[in-house]
């Protein structure tokens, strides 16, 4: 995936060297500069819980394989 750039630099879950933290400072950074020009700021979230419980994982691994991804990411899975 970060080999062929198939992330954005606002990708921060599952990604080396980036947390939470630094998710919410970015957001911090981007909204303040509004709030002091007395700017409403709308901000949403959004989670999925159970995502990738019903994803066809033929097709996710057939997806990961195409990206040329490492073959542990996807290997133990098709077991």
């Known amino acids: 995936m970060y080999k062929n750039e198939l992330l954005t630099d606002s990708q921060y879950g599952f990604t080396p060297q980036k ?3 630094d998710a919410a400072m970015e957001a911090k950074n981007f909204i303040e500069p509004e709030l002091e020009k007395r700017k409403d700021v709308i901000m949403t979230s959004l989670e999925f819980k159970g995502a990738f419980n019903t994803a ?3 097709s996710v691994l ?3 394989k195409d ?3 490492p073959r542990n990411l996807y290997y133990l899975s098709q077991g």
């Open 19 to 21: 947390s939470t933290t």
């Open 56 to 58: 066809w994982w033929p």
């Open 62 to 64: 057939k997806g990961l």
């Open 67 to 69: 990206a040329e991804c």
